[in-house]
């Protein structure tokens, strides 16, 4: 039997360009909506006998290590198992994109005598996090955690931080936060937004206020109101070094308007507030702080739009201010484009804005991972 693959280890070979191929056995249809970067599609069911050598239909050369992936690791564990039976050197990604969509690295983006920021970057998604932490107290708060706790405790720990705080920047539409579970983990306040209450959010948590300044230790993290992508959006100003702004401005677009505000005239005046929020507030920074966003643009085809997994993803605001096309469009412009743009929206997001809201419970595994399955597509493109 082919032995399984860690999705970690693939994230490691696919960075060390190392020489295999990646076969994923879906569905053509499943294939280019969503797969890993560089892998192949050899449509294969478990039962169907090999009547052909699938490197050999692909025209992939003379490459004899394999990895094999679909959607749960089954049908891609019966097509290692076959080619591992003619001599290929095989492996099967456990878990398969289930297991891939909980890859998660922490890349450091930027420290001062006060104030440390690191990027949890979960590859598949886009999905960006940030401990914020005090290097002089060892205190930290965590901001915009996806759902794997984990991930962001042991993220603590190795940094030598105690989390003080869990703060999301505004209501996700493409993956459910787990700000409120790992607050109540590490028994610390959730914090958001305090229109978010507007919204209707069921879950407890601790209001911040427009301006509101939170202590973190020797630093300070200033709640600096920007509706737009929603009407709650708030992004965090990080002791003056960077800025989390959540998904009002990210390194390669702005943030779409109309998962909250539907199509049409609500779309327009959600755009009118995205651009007042980035013109008033958060290019109106100064230049060396660092736009740190929620996300980062990932293509069907695995590739990220900014940057590479495992760099930071971050920019100069007076970067953005004169290198980011829409940011150079006056008001009505700049509404017209946002009307044009509009990507498809994040898979069963109406879904994902109910759970975290606390209208609908987090659903138990698979469930919650088949739930959020797919790269974000929080981006007005």
């Known amino acids: 039997m082919a032995p399984e693959l860690p999705p970690e280890e693939l994230a490691a070979l696919l960075d060390a360009d190392a020489e295999f191929v990646l076969v994923d056995t879906r569905t053509e249809e499943s294939y280019e909506a969503w797969h890993v970067r560089g892998a192949y599609n050899y449509p294969y069911k478990p039962d169907e006998p090999l009547s052909e050598d699938p490197l050999d239909a692909l025209g992939v ?17 019966a097509l290692a198992d076959a080619l591992l039976d003619r001599g290929y050197v095989a492996a099967n990604v456990a ?23 690191v990027q949890v970057q979960r590859r598949a998604k886009g999905c960006l996090s940030y401990v914020v932490g005090c290097p002089e107290t060892s205190e930290a708060v965590v901001v915009d955690a996806s759902r794997h706790g984990d991930v962001y405790r042991e993220t603590l720990s190795r940094l030598g931080y105690e989390a003080v705080g869990v703060l999301d920047t505004h209501v996700h539409a493409d993956h459910v936060s787990g700000g409120r579970a790992l607050a109540t983990a590490l028994d610390v306040p959730y914090y958001l937004p305090e229109c978010a209450r507007e919204r209707g959010v069921a879950v407890e948590y601790e209001a911040l206020s427009r301006n509101e300044v939170l202590p973190v ?7 600096l109101s920007t509706p737009g992508h929603t009407t709650e959006m708030t992004s965090y100003l990080v002791d003056g070094t960077a800025v989390l702004t959540g998904d009002s ?27 007042r929020s980035l013109h008033e507030t958060l290019v109106a920074q ?27 993803v971050r920019a100069r605001v007076g970067d953005l201010r004169t290198g980011l096309d829409l940011l150079g469009l006056d008001e009505e412009r700049f509404v017209a484009e946002l009307e044009e743009r509009l990507p498809e929206k994040p898979p069963n997001y109406e879904r994902v804005i ?17 739930l959020e399955l797919g790269p974000n597509q929080c981006s007005a493109g």
Not at 95 to 117: F, H, I, L, N
Not at 217 to 223: P, Q, Y
């Open 249 to 275: 401005l990210f390194v390669e677009s702005v943030g779409r308007t109309e998962l909250e505000f539907d199509e049409g005239e609500a779309a327009a005046d959600g755009a009118r507030m995205q651009y």
């Open 217 to 223: 230790g020797d630093l300070d993290v200033k709640a």
């Open 61 to 77: 050369g003379d490459v004899k290590r394999v990895v094999t992936v679909c959607a749960k690791g089954v049908s891609s564990g």
């Open 354 to 370: 109910a759970v975290n809201r606390g209208r609908e419970s987090i659903p138990a595994e698979p469930e919650a991972t088949d």
């Open 95 to 117: 878990d398969g994109m289930r297991g891939w969509s909980r890859v998660y690295e922490a890349v450091p983006v930027a420290r001062t005598a006060r104030a440390e920021v």
């Open 286 to 312: 100064p230049d060396d702080v660092l736009v740190c966003p929620a996300h980062v643009g990932v293509a069907a085809d695995g590739t990220w739009a900014a940057s590479h997994p495992g760099w930071p």
